[in-house]
Structures are given as C-alpha cells and as structure tokens.
C-alpha cells in the first residue's frame, strides 16, 4: 500500500494519509476563518449610516405652501368653528383662518360671491345656490331665556308663539308674575331667528315691540339686565347670568336635544366639488379628535 504526504494547511504539518489503489485520492477542505468586524469598524458603519438617513437619503424637505381660509357667517357656529380651526391649524400649521361672524345671511352670500371660502350657517338657508352644498357640523337648541328672577316653570310651543307675536302680554298669563313682557328678538338674516320663526312662529310676525338685537350675547346681556325680558340663544352659549326655560317640559341640554322641540343642526356652506384643503378639514371635523372638540358643548351631528 503506497503511502503519500499531504501538506495540513490549518495547521502548516505533514499528516501522512494511507491510499487504497482502489479508492480516489482523499480530499482535503479548506475554510477561511471568520474574521469578526472591530469596534472602530462597527462605529464607523453607525455613523455613516446616521449620516446617510438622517440627511433624508439626500432629499430636500419642501414644506407645504401656505393656505389661507375667509370664513363668515353664524354668530352662533362661530365659537364651536373657532375650536376645531385653532385644532386643525395645530396639526397642519401652514392653514390658517380668518373667521368672521355676521349672521348666516352674511355667511351664504358672501361664499356664494367668492369673498369667503367657507360660510357657517345656524339654519339651513331655502336658496342655495346648487354649487355648494351644507356640511353638518354639530347641533344645538335654540333656547328660551329669562331672568333668573322669573318664576316660570315652563312653556308650551302655542305659549311662545302667542307671547312673541304680542297676543300675551303679561306674565300672569304663563304662570309667572304679572308683569308686562319684553320679547327680544333677532336681526334679519340671523339663523337663529330663522330657525325660532320656522319652528315657533309659523306664518305669524313677531311682535312690532321687539327689541332687536344683532347677536346672542347680546340677547343674554339685556335679558340679565331686565327681569321682564324673554329672548332667545344658541344652547351653548347660556351662562348663569340667565335661565332657561323648558319648552314642551323638555331643556335643550346635550342628552336631550334629539327630543327638545327647537333642536337644529349648525353646518358649513362649502363649495362643490371642493378644494383638497377644505376636503381635509372637513374629515378632521368628523374624526374622532374633531368629535370629541364638538361634544365638550354641543351635539354631535346625526
């Protein structure tokens, strides 16, 4: 049997190997040991890393162009509008607002003329131009406020329409003192005087004796100021300085504005088809961040 010598390469010996003349000749494998990278190598590759992702792979960031937004309408949307633009404009802070009040007769005309981008209106306006429609944004109740010194318990719809149209005239008729009554009313082109002569007037006017005043703050300053004196606000904008009243035994409250008699929705005139931005602030309203800004005060839209 022949005897040959074959060179160890890991180990640099001579291993001598017996070979059969009837097998092949045995192979010997080679491995190339694993070299394990440095410390100073591995901190190398960090940061060239780092480098590379965190200058955006070399892109240039552009930001969005700015946006700006006239909104005009509904004394009555306002405050709840304020709430969810001064939210929307935290999360995209190139949009911002200039919101203007004025009545939701103001709102629809000047969206409709181009002079506002988005109008608020408190009642739904029976002339639309069809290239726009209304986005509901939450609801409220138009509420009957009095002095907190009167004693009425309550009043039925056929009592207010009766006491706004001058055919009552004293409070004694209602179960309250007897003292003459002072109706305060709304401008024209108020939503909130729409939505009250809609629902509680029919086709009677309201009484020529009215106090007519341009918004609901000011409804509830003269009624604090004048134990007599009825009018009528935005739920949500009631304070303690006044009471409300019970229409049909029911308040205007959040729980019970499906059931309260003179419940209404509040909603934006946006153009139609809109724009990508007014599109996007639409859906941030009626997400969830949207909704729960809406149901601190108001209804949420059904």
């Not at 004394?75 to 802070?93: G, H, I, K, N």
């Not at 069809?130 to 609801?139: T, V």
Request: proline share 7%.
């Amino acid at each position: 049997m022949g005897r040959s010598e074959i060179r160890d390469l890991k180990f640099g010996q001579y291993a001598s190997k017996y070979q059969s003349p009837n097998l092949q000749s045995p192979v010997t494998s080679y491995q190339l040991p694993i070299t394990k990278p440095t410390r100073s190598l591995r901190l190398m590759i960090v940061l060239a890393a780092i480098a590379y992702f965190g200058s955006g792979c070399g892109a240039t960031v552009t930001p969005p162009p700015p946006v700006f937004l006239k909104v005009a309408g509904s004394t009555s949307v306002e405050p709840l509008f304020t709430l969810l633009s001064d939210a929307y404009s935290r999360e995209y802070p190139h949009v911002s607002f200039d919101i203007e009040g004025g009545g939701s007769g103001l709102g629809q005309a000047m969206v409709e003329s181009g002079e506002a981008d988005i109008g608020m209106v408190s009642w739904p306006p029976s002339n639309l131009n069809s290239q726009f429609r209304l986005a509901p944004i939450g609801r409220d109740g138009v509420a009957i406020i009095v002095h907190p010194d009167n004693e009425i318990s309550g009043l039925s719809m056929i009592d207010l329409r009766r006491i706004f149209s001058g055919e009552i005239l004293e409070w004694q008729a209602v179960g309250s003192a007897g003292r003459s009554i002072q109706v305060v009313s709304r401008e024209d082109g108020s939503g909130t005087r729409a939505a009250f002569e809609t629902m509680v007037m029919a086709d009677e006017a309201v009484t020529s004796t009215a106090i007519v005043l341009p918004n609901g703050q000011a409804v509830i300053d003269f009624v604090t100021d004048n134990p007599t004196a009825i009018g009528y606000v935005s739920s949500a904008l009631i304070d303690r300085r006044v009471r409300t009243v019970p229409v049909e035994g029911v308040l205007p409250t959040l729980e019970s504005l499906d059931a309260y008699p003179l419940g209404r929705d509040l909603a934006l005139i946006v153009p139609e088809p809109g724009s990508a931005e007014i599109d996007r602030l639409l859906k941030f309203i009626a997400s969830p961040a949207g909704r729960q800004i809406v149901s601190q005060r108001w209804g949420l839209s059904r």
